[in-house]
């Protein structure tokens, strides 16, 4: 009997996933033709062609749709890099890697991005990419900025490991800003900001082993932690007296 339950479970499984897929992938067309503002949940649930109550089953707001869709860009984006991470060893070329396989993945929801980013700006938006609904896709990508960094031939201070991370996704937000407003085909004017700008921030993490450039790292670190807490205070651990 045991078995019979979960050999069924296992057969509806898929159909969950298949049903949620199909409820995100609605979401996204709607916001991208109507506006995230102008969708609602039963439009979504109506085009979807399932129930408001099934809807709600499997994403509790509209927030939670784009939640949704971080997670997913984020699982498509390590999935893209892998390549890159596995072959090289240059941390430039590695991290040239990561945020080119980035711009790849994220250009189909180019209009979808540029709809929803003016909520997504709002500091108090859980929409917004420092948010705390937001945190499980922001640590997966400063984990994939971790990997790209141990995984490279750079050496780098030991201290200073957690926080570089961190920079470099800071960096890579930075980026989206930028691609949200790029309306270059293909991004191009993102691309050549990406391979300007990689050298520059790759031989900063080399030097930044140096014991003359800590302090300056550190500061940076500061005032991260200081102005953007949900970022940096998780990691950063207790705070050291004096």
């Keep these: 009997m045991v078995k019979e339950e979960k050999d069924v479970k296992a057969v509806k499984a898929p159909k969950s996933e298949q049903t949620r897929a199909l409820i995100l992938e609605t979401a996204l067309r709607l916001f991208q033709e109507r506006g995230f503002d102008r969708t609602t949940m039963r439009a979504i649930a109506q085009e979807a062609g399932v129930s408001v109550g099934n809807a709600y089953y499997y994403f509790s707001s509209k927030e939670h749709l784009v939640q949704g869709f971080y997670d997913r860009l984020a699982t498509e984006h390590a999935a893209a890099v892998r390549p890159v991470l596995e072959e090289e060893t240059d941390l430039a070329a590695r991290m040239r ?16 991005a540029t709809q929803f980013f003016k909520n997504a700006a709002d500091p108090e938006s859980p929409l917004s990419p420092f948010s705390a609904e937001s945190a499980g896709a922001r640590e997966a990508v400063i984990a994939l900025h971790a990997r790209c960094l141990t995984g490279s031939t750079t050496r780098t201070d030991p201290e200073l490991a957690p926080l570089l991370p961190q920079l470099m996704w800071l960096m890579h937000m930075g980026l989206v800003l930028f691609w949200v407003y790029d309306r270059t085909d293909g991004a191009e004017r993102s691309r050549r900001l990406i391979a300007r700008t990689v050298p520059i921030a790759a031989r900063a993490v080399a030097l930044s082993r140096f014991r003359v450039l800590r302090p300056l790292v550190r500061q940076v670190h500061e005032v991260l932690e200081e102005f953007l807490p949900e970022t940096t205070a998780r990691t950063a651990g207790p705070e050291k007296k004096s």
């Design 97 to 112: 890697g990561v945020l080119m396989a980035w711009l790849d993945v994220a250009e189909p929801y180019r209009p979808f």
